[in-house]
């Protein structure tokens, strides 16, 4: 499970970058596709705080500058794949207690939460290639299915 979890995280950075390369491209991005991406990265990084039971002082919108968020998208990838390369497959299955943005307390595995990230940003990735498609040539394909046909 540990090997599927890290292709799933190699997938998210090379969905995110195709997603981060467009909006670099773009001479005016949408504010919302920006703000989806930032949202995006946020997540994880406010995600990657509850996974380690640290404090994080980052907003789930949080406005990151497009010319950040490549940098930020690789080094989130870094943590997270440094943290599941350093489990055991039973850890998956431990449970992690956290409050999330509106104060309620929740309890959720694992392995729930990292399935939770990759469905979570393809969702937005989806919405932001909406926005962008119009502004394009060729809109970024994200699905994980094309990410395997190119070799990885």
Known sequence: MNNYLIQLL???LWANRRIIDA????????????????????AQ???YGRIMRESVF??????IPASWMGETAE????QLVSH??????TDLSKLIDYV??????YTDSLLSILTHLSH???YHRGQIVQLIRPLVDQAPETDFIVWTRTGK
């Open 58 to 63: 980052v907003a789930i919108w949080e406005n």
């Open 120 to 122: 979570h940003a393809a």
């Open 10 to 12: 190699d997938y998210e």
């Open 84 to 89: 599941v390369l350093s489990l055991e497959e």
């Open 75 to 78: 080094r989130q990838h870094r």
């Open 23 to 42: 909006l670099e491209k773009i001479d005016n991005p949408p504010a919302r596709a920006l703000a989806l991406m930032g949202h995006i990265l946020s």
């Open 100 to 105: 999330n943005t509106k104060g309620v307390s």
């Open 45 to 47: 990084h406010v995600w």
